[in-house]
């Protein structure tokens, strides 16, 4: 019985497959017939691709924006784990070659092999997300990047406001500079409300070691002992590991902060109670920026910061575990983006 | 056949040299020994964690996975057959339990991992046994293989499920785990008393006894089975004999391939199951590279414990502790600097008053003083470079026991029916 549930199972789900194939396929063809753009986007996304839900599933939401809104053409294509230098660069030439005029390359792996894309072809134009270094820089590159120090900084003031302890937690996936930034936002936020608040930092990996941000054991792990030394809020910049921070939240019985997107929505139901806010990072805003401003004619280039101000990072509400100091964090809000508080990017 | 030795043909085969053997006492001392250091460490340092239950609890749920690959490993080697496709059975493993815990529950998951390993074992042992392909190039193709698979079947069968995605599974329901209700609070309150080595002693018999996972019996279980198989059994022997001298085995009747083909696919199941361990008790998802190279460390646990199931637990659980402990972060790597200084001089030490290696022991000593003058000399070992304590705890314990390890003697060789005739 159970044998045949599952061979039903599995055959719905490839239905599943079939189907969304199918729907894809037709609605780039009918939009071809309704609302045509010269504009072809192709969009090479980091390890974990569409479906991951996080990063490149929030890039992928921008691209379904600007397809069904703007009408564009759209091709995917992800990469693989481990994989090399060369491997990127093929799969930007791939949708190149094949006439896409505008590449989105999601991640900052992507960051040479862009660079050298972009001068191999003048004539197309590139969307880096989250570098902003020299190794991408091109006339016809715009490199997105977020201010996540400032988001962080919000949820490290939201973790010290609900710290009963006065001790709080961060847990990073691998220790690379972006994900510091993280860090040193989360700490001056915590700071900024209560000084002398103790703050635990732990990463789960060093580079060239990127298994931190996909081993949910390790941020289980690193967490647990957070939370059995006191610690009652844990902030995770560890993509798939983060996981592992939310079970060990339930079974301490304490609270987590999730990243990225909202984890309050996406994360196992299980644990959505533990998550009392996430930071949110916009990757969608910023993709459609880049595709909507291509189709209008007119080309984004350099360096476009999503920062608190211009709506690329904030943070979520669901689950209503902060409505009570929502009124203290918009009033940090207003003063990061006035200029009146500056966040450090490096712990 | 003489007295001193067994005779064969004209060449005298001498008695091995009489050691003493590793019991249960032996053991007993060495734990009640690391439990007294680990105590002292922790008054002196005041690197509470370092003793922790939670620390302890945590070291066994990392332990395990790698003991489970070791074991796997362990199979394999005895009969003769270098498996350096763990990693890639425990790949598929992680998926198995992630597909057949969602479906059908967790124990069905654990069964899928087990299944799923076996797979990967069957397609080693078939390269291996039967078409004679170099066991390294085989098992660097499974993990290939295994990491591909694992992928492809993720994104097929993973994707438009509720939670789950290309990288990763729905959640899977958890395995029951098991506290001793009145005995595990007991000692909790007898581990904050931070009495010396009588705390140390209850937080390690709490972390035996509190949340501890189904899954995670079931490989202690394993461990001894496997000792008995190995050890104590007639096919266990046959087994050994296979990895030990092949061409002996069959002219005494053994079907070698047989029994090489079947640890291959049993070490496979043992090393799925590691897998299953970390998708249904570590995570409680499959996630994409969430073994994270531990096949490997599980084999390097084997070689340090000497092809032996006793070594490879100590292996497995020094590789557990060293990593929750970097994990957990805090004090606790800094205090390790101490007893690595104080470890190396006594090295150094020992190497010149007994064995009069003049070099070596002053070299042990020169780093011995070095490492504890980095001890005072900074508060906290810089981030980068606490993820290497397993690494040099390991490097460190083997300079220490001195190398007395020993492969079976066939290991890693070819070897096609009939060979011997």
């Known amino acids: 019985m159970k044998v045949a549930a599952v061979m039903s199972v599995a055959a719905l789900t490839l239905a599943a497959c079939g189907d969304s194939g199918n729907g894809s396929g037709s609605s780039s063809s009918s939009s071809s017939t309704t609302k045509k753009s010269d504009v072809k986007v192709g969009m090479a996304y980091d390890v974990g691709g569409r479906g991951d839900q996080s990063f490149n599933d929030s890039a992928a939401a ?55 894309a972009a001068k191999d072809n003048p004539e197309v134009h590139f969307a880096i997300v989250d570098d902003a270094s020299d190794d991408s820089k091109g006339a016809n590159v715009d490199q997105i990047t977020f201010a996540e120090n400032e988001g962080s900084f919000l949820v490290g003031a939201a973790a010290a406001l609900k710290s009963k302890t006065g001790h709080i937690g961060f847990v990073g996936g691998v220790n690379v500079p972006l994900i510091k930034k993280f860090e040193a936002g989360y700490i001056a936020g915590a700071k900024a409300v209560n000084p002398a608040i103790k703050i635990d930092s732990q990463y789960l990996t ?42 060990a939240a339930k079974a301490a019985g304490k609270l987590a902060i999730g990243v990225d997107s909202d984890q309050a929505l996406t994360a196992p139901e299980a644990v959505r109670s533990v998550i009392m806010t996430s930071m949110i990072k916009k990757v969608d805003v910023a993709v459609y920026d880049f595709i909507k401003s291509a189709s209008e004619g007119k080309e984004l280039t350099g360096n476009n910061i999503y920062d608190l101000k211009a709506g690329g990072v904030d943070y979520s509400t669901t689950g209503g575990q902060i409505d009570d100091i929502k009124s203290k964090l918009d009033d940090y809000k207003a ?13 | ?38 105590s002292v460490l922790r008054l002196v340092t005041g690197a509470d964690d370092i003793a922790s239950s939670g620390a302890l609890a ?21 009969a003769g057959v270098v498996n350096i496709g763990l990693e890639g059975m425990m790949i598929l493993g992680t998926w198995g339990a992630g597909f057949f815990g969602y479906h059908m529950g967790p124990w069905a998951g654990a069964l899928g991992a087990i299944v799923m390993g076996m797979l990967g074992g069957l397609i080693h042992a078939v390269a291996t046994v039967s078409f004679g392909v170099d066991h390294i190039v085989s098992g660097v193709a499974i993990n290939i293989i295994g ?69 995670t019996i079931i490989a202690v279980l394993l461990f001894v089975a496997t000792w008995w198989v190995l050890w104590r059994s007639a096919f266990g022997l046959r087994l050994r004999s296979v990895g030990e001298s092949p061409v002996a085995a069959e002219s005494l009747g053994v079907n070698v391939l047989r029994y090489k083909f079947l640890a291959v696919v049993v070490s496979g199941g043992l090393a799925g199951l590691g897998g299953g361990f970390l998708a249904l008790v570590a995570a409680n998802i499959y996630r994409d590279g969430q073994t994270g190279g531990r096949g490997y460390i ?92 397993p690494y040099v705890t390991t490097l460190l314990v083997l300079a220490f026991a001195s190398q007395r390890l020993r492969m079976p003697a066939a290991d890693g060789q070819i070897y096609r029916k009939g060979e011997g005739h």
């Open chain 1, 62 to 116: 921008g691209l379904d924006k600007a397809k069904s809104e703007l009408g564009v053409d759209t091709k995917e294509a992800a990469a693989v784990n481990g994989e090399n230098e060369a491997a990127r660069e093929e799969r930007l030439q791939q949708l190149i070659d094949a006439g896409y005029t505008h590449v989105v390359a999601v991640g900052f792996a992507y960051a040479k092999s862009v660079g050298k």
């Open chain 1, 206 to 247: 060093q580079p060239p070691d990127f298994s931190g941000f996909g081993d949910p054991a390790k941020g289980k792990t690193a967490a647990d002992g957070m939370y059995q030394k006191g610690a009652d809020v844990v902030y995770h910049a560890a993509g798939g590991s983060g996981g592992g921070v939310f079970t």
């Open chain 1, 335 to 347: 003063k990061i983006v006035s200029g009146e508080i500056k966040v450090p990017v490096t712990p």
């Open chain 2, 1 to 38: 056949m003489s007295a001193t030795g067994l005779e064969v043909g004209t060449q005298a085969v001498a008695d091995r040299p009489k050691r003493r053997r590793f019991g249960l006492r032996e053991w007993s001392i060495v734990a009640i020994g690391a439990i007294a250091v680990i």
């Open chain 2, 58 to 78: 945590a070291a066994i749920g990392l332990a395990v996975p790698i003991g489970l690959a070791g074991l796997g490993g362990l199979w394999s080697e005895r």
């Open chain 2, 147 to 215: 990491l591909g698979v694992a992928k492809y079947l993720a994104a097929r069968f993973f994707n438009g499920l509720p939670g789950g995605g290309p990288t990763q599974s729905p959640p899977i329901d958890s395995l029951p785990d098991f506290t001793i209700p009145g005995v595990s609070d007991g000692l909790g309150t007898i581990e904050k008393k931070d009495w010396f080595f009588v705390s140390d002693v209850a937080a390690v018999l709490r972390a035996l006894c509190t949340d501890v996972s189904i899954l």
């Open chain 2, 298 to 389: 599980g084999l390097a646990a084997m070689i340090f414990g000497n092809w032996r199931p006793g070594g490879l637990l100590t292996g497995a659980a020094l590789f557990g502790y060293t990593d929750a402990v970097q994990l957990r972060g805090g004090a606790t790597v800094h205090a390790f600097l101490l007893l690595f200084a104080v470890l190396l001089v006594a090295i150094g030490v020992w190497q010149i008053v007994r064995n009069q290696r003049v070099v070596q022991g002053g070299l042990a000593i020169v780093v011995g003083v070095l490492v504890g003058w980095w001890y005072f000399a900074v508060d906290a070992v810089p981030a980068e470079l606490t993820g290497t304590t």
